[in-house]
Each structure stands twice: as C-alpha cells, then as structure tokens.
C-alpha cells in the first residue's frame, strides 16, 4: 500500500485549538460498518448505542507537563520533551536549541534548582540526558513543566509556562498512572455524569495502561506503508482487566475501545503466542489494511492526521473508502479535527 492511499484535504481552519465547552457536548459521527452509514450526533448520545454487557476499554494514562525549557551557560534557550525514563534518573527526550548542547553539558532547567547533564545525542532530535535533582523529577515537572500539546495547536510559550485550561483538559477524567507525552484523547471527552450513565445502562468499564509516546504521532515519511516501523510502547493490562474482557467475550459483550492506544493495547496483548491475558510489555504492533482484529468491536476515537498510523488502524477497522468518505463528510459538515476536537464511533 501506499502512504498516500491514506490522504485527505482538510481545511487548516477545522483543526481545534481549543476543547469543547463541555467535554460530552463534542461532535460525534456515527459509524455503521454493516450498514455503510453514518449519523451526526453528540458524545452524551453514546449511552444510545452501548448494550448491556458491553465493556468499555479506557486507557488510565496520565499526561505528564512533559515539555519543560532550560538555559544553558551561555544563556540560550533549550526546550526538552521528556519521553520516557530508560533507567533511574536516566530520560530520553526531544531537545530543540538554536544551537545544540553538546554531550557533558549541564542545562538548568524551570525555578526549582534542577538540570539535565546532556549524556548522548541521538537522531530526530533526540537525546539522551541525567536528571540532576535534590526532589523527585515528576515533581519538578509538576512545577515547572508544560502539558505537552501537539505541534498543530498553537501556544505562545515566550512566558514559558502552559494554561490553565490546557493543564486540565489535555487530560481524561479518569487518568491515574502516570508517564504519557501526550494525550488519549478518545478518553477526553467523557465526564463523570456520562460514566455514571453508561454504568446505569449496564455498561461495564475496565482499565488497560499504554503511557502514550511520540511514537503513535510520528508522522509516516516512506512512500509504502509496510516500510513504516513503530516505535515501541509500554503497556500493561491487570488481572482484573483481563477477567473483565474474557467475561464480556463469554456472555456475548461487545468490546469498546475507547482511543486507539486501546485499541494497541488489546490488539497487541491477544495476538500473544500464548494468548490474551494479564501481563506488561512493549508494543509496536502497527494496524494497517487488511487487518484481523481479535478483540476489538466498536471504537471510539478522534479524527485523525492525513497519512497517519492512526488513521491507517482506523481505516483497517471501517474500511478505507468507507472511512475516507466519512472524513469528508465530516470536513463538509465542519468537524472539528484531532487532539481538542469531535470524535467518531465506529460501531
């Protein structure tokens, strides 16, 4: 296949830079696979089409203020994106300067006595760095750093800090563990009344953990898509978890992955030598056309970029002409697209 199979025009001007007033009042364009239609609704109408015995999938990640600026001892300013710890104290990060520290720098970072010791320079801007701190680096972040926004919203850091709202909604309801760079954001528009309503439907709701890596949004820059390699994410899903997703497969439940890290997740844990169950690992499973879904039935999910790993799982799961048309329909019907915008339930 090729990347540009997965194309499509969207008008710059659709892409949110802000969430919905409310997080359930998000546009939601309902997918039919069996029927090939679609229907224009709104999140609080998700209660109308979950059954019974149903299992929502949630991904408990919580972004961490990832992006955090330094100086170093010339004064310039450098920007770090921590990625992920590899060792105590040890983080691989994204690192952009007019000029590039070199290995064995120190970088002060934030107002709270931190800095980073530069250890190796790697490719696409990455590094490998020591946090040097007398407090836990997570709390440095806390105080210091930045909610970790996509590229395409648009933010004035001159003051070096984040804003409120994008403190509170760049993140789900419902997120605990923490650890990922960017949002699941499938999972941000769900509200606490909404769960309460689905739980009064007889929905059940089961957690699975993939902290969500620069991986997931790197952008696809080979011409066939099978030449594309995913970076590698951690996962983890619980014995409980497990129980509950074999007991919905038992008595009939469908599986609904809310976001596509769910949807990796699961994919990635039943495809297993020996089988789903509880465990921990690093995923790269990458989901393209043609693809054999296992657990997975019914997803909700945002719109996604044009020649996207993420639209590419999406249009393995609806097809890709039906799932291109939808992604018209939606720019003519003015959806707002990707990480603040509507959303898609593909039934």
Not at 157 to 170: H, V
Not at 262 to 282: M, Y
Request: hydrophobic letters at 40%.
């Amino acid at each position: 296949m090729r990347t540009d199979d997965f194309n499509y025009d969207l008008p710059p001007e659709l892409i949110a830079q802000h969430p919905a007033e409310r997080r359930d009042q998000a546009r939601m364009m309902v997918l039919d696979r069996a029927a090939q239609t679609w229907a224009h609704r709104c999140v609080s109408d998700l209660p109308d089409y979950l059954r019974p015995h149903d299992l929502l999938v949630l991904n408990n990640t919580r972004v961490i203020p990832a992006r955090i600026f330094g100086h170093k001892p010339s004064g310039g300013r450098v920007e770090f994106l921590f990625l992920e710890e590899t060792e105590p104290d040890t983080w691989l990060v994204l690192m952009r300067a007019s000029r590039r520290p070199k290995p064995g720098t120190q970088v002060m970072l934030g107002q709270h006595g931190a800095a980073v010791e530069i250890l190796e320079e790697g490719e696409f801007g990455r590094a490998k760095v020591r946090v040097i701190s007398d407090q836990p680096f997570l709390h440095i972040l806390e105080q210091d750093g930045i909610a970790p926004l996509p590229p395409y919203i648009s933010r004035d850091y001159s003051s070096e800090q984040d804003t409120p709202e994008d403190r509170a909604r760049y993140q789900t309801i419902y997120a605990s563990q923490p650890g990922a760079v960017a949002a699941p954001t499938a999972g941000l528009h769900f509200t606490p009344e909404l769960l309460d309503q689905l739980a009064a439907r007889g929905v059940e709701l089961t957690e699975v953990t993939l902290p969500v890596g620069i991986g997931t949004f790197r952008p696809v820059s080979v011409d066939r898509v099978e030449d594309h390699v995913m970076d590698e994410e951690r996962y983890e899903i619980t014995e409980a978890a497990a129980q509950a997703i074999e007991s919905t497969r038992k008595h009939g439940g469908r599986i609904t992955a809310v976001g596509s890290t769910s949807v990796r997740t699961l994919e990635t844990v039943a495809a297993r030598p020996e089988g789903f169950g509880a465990g921990t690992g690093r995923s790269a499973l990458f989901i393209t056309p043609p693809y054999p879904f296992r657990l997975v039935d019914v997803m909700l999910t945002n719109f996604h970029l044009p020649k996207s790993t993420l639209l590419m799982m999406v249009c393995a799961l609806a097809g890709r002409e039906f799932m291109l048309e939808a992604y018209r329909e939606a720019v003519r019907n003015k959806y707002r697209f990707f990480s603040y915008g509507d959303c898609m339930l593909i039934l």
